[in-house]
């Protein structure tokens, strides 16, 4: 996989469970960290990472980024949990995060991923970089992320185009290089 990152040092791996509580910590300074259904929150946005479909950076050994994705059928997956430590901003991780689960989508046989988000800049980052198309919205259950915006922005990449994109075309995926 080819960095993009302006620090050699970081690597991308497949999570464990030892990535755990390092993973939850960047997610809470997003305000995104699965939360346990509760009282006050009986059904929550996020309840846990399924360490299995998820990916870390790592910074000499440091875990600074997540990405996962979660199985919707056979054919359907959803990304979710994707954080940076917010030093790493601009250094191309989330960029390296997204396309190593998507390549691992591909190469599972899903054909469609969704994505929701409430962030502006990242529903541009996901549709000038990887090629999603905005699908609608929906409400959010309770606060999470940003906690002034209600709703989810419901994106949809086809994997299927986005995976045969010939080596050497001035694709999606790398016309984003060294952006954030």
């Excluded at 469970?17 to 939360?35: E, F, G, H, R, V």
């Excluded at 919205?137 to 086809?158: A, G, N, Q, R, Y």
Aim: glycine letters at 6%; a negative charge.
């Amino acid at each position: 996989m080819e960095s993009k990152s302006d620090d050699k040092n970081i690597t991308l791996r497949k999570m464990t469970d030892n990535d755990l509580d390092a993973a939850i910590k960047i997610l809470s300074k997003w305000n995104m960290a699965p939360l346990a259904a509760s009282r006050e929150i009986p059904n929550p946005e996020r309840s846990s990472i399924l360490i299995e479909n998820a990916f870390v950076a790592c910074d000499a050994g440091k875990v600074v980024g997540v990405a996962s994705y979660i199985d919707l059928s056979d054919t359907v997956a959803e990304t979710a949990s994707m954080a940076v430590d917010p030093a790493y901003k601009g250094k191309g991780v989330g960029f390296r995060l997204q396309e190593a689960r998507l390549q691992e989508m591909i190469r599972r046989g899903f054909r469609r991923v969704l994505s929701e988000t409430d962030r502006p800049e990242t529903i541009d980052w996901y549709v000038r970089h990887f090629g999603y198309r905005i699908s609608g919205t929906h409400p959010k259950k309770h606060t999470f992320s940003l906690p002034d915006v209600d709703e989810w922005t419901i994106l949809e990449l086809d994997l299927e185009a986005y995976g045969s994109q010939k080596p050497g075309e001035p694709e999606l995926k790398t016309r984003a290089a060294g952006l954030e």
